[in-house]
């Protein structure tokens, strides 16, 4: 079965850009020999990743290169790539956290949410959807003082 996950792990602060650009493309390759695939790469120059301080000292290190990639795969890439981690020069810790589960768990809030806006705003006699010159848009909601007069009674 494929799912998705996500694999974080922290490089020493001292790596160089070559040692990092060889670490992303041993983990491609086992990947891509378990038959995964590799869907995003996070690098140190991007939102999530690069060189942070760490919340407690790792091996006399203080600081620490962040990457986060998302594959695609079953539980043997998982495994495959936990194998080869643990014994890896320079890394300092890896996490590799199954994600599909709770994607689908956010979907599944967000449907719900859209239709609860849907049907409080057609029991009011409104448009299901919010028109322009409405208000401010908030997101998956209708209006917010649906809970003003909720509070208000209690």
């Known amino acids: 079965m494929i799912r998705t996950y996500e694999l974080v792990y922290v490089i020493?602060?001292?790596a160089t850009e070559q040692h990092v650009a060889d670490l992303h493309s041993q983990v491609e390759?086992?990947?891509g020999r378990t038959h995964g695939t590799l869907v995003a790469k996070n690098e140190a120059q991007?939102?999530?990743?690069?060189?942070?301080?760490?919340a407690y000292e790792i091996g006399h290190h203080k600081e620490g290169?962040?990457?986060?990639?998302?594959?695609?795969?079953?539980?043997?890439?998982?495994?495959?790539?936990?194998?080869r981690?643990?014994?890896?020069?320079?890394?300092?810790?890896?996490?590799?956290?199954?994600?599909?589960?709770?994607?689908?768990k956010a979907e599944r809030a967000?449907?719900?949410?859209k239709a609860e806006s849907v049907r409080r705003r057609l029991a009011r006699?409104?448009?299901?959807?919010?028109?322009?010159g409405e208000g401010p848009q908030q997101d998956?909601?209708?209006?917010?003082?649906?809970?003003?007069?909720?509070?208000?009674?209690?």
């Open 12 to 14: 020493r602060p001292d």
């Open 29 to 31: 390759q086992i990947v």
């Open 46 to 54: 991007q939102a999530f990743g690069g060189r942070r301080k760490l």
């Open 65 to 83: 290169i962040y990457v986060l990639e998302v594959i695609n795969g079953s539980g043997e890439v998982v495994r495959e790539l936990d194998r």
């Open 85 to 104: 981690l643990k014994v890896t020069e320079g890394l300092l810790r890896h996490l590799i956290v199954r994600v599909d589960a709770d994607q689908i």
């Open 110 to 113: 967000r449907t719900k949410r």
């Open 125 to 132: 006699g409104l448009p299901a959807e919010r028109q322009p």
């Open 140 to 154: 998956d909601s209708d209006d917010s003082n649906d809970f003003d007069s909720v509070e208000a009674e209690a």
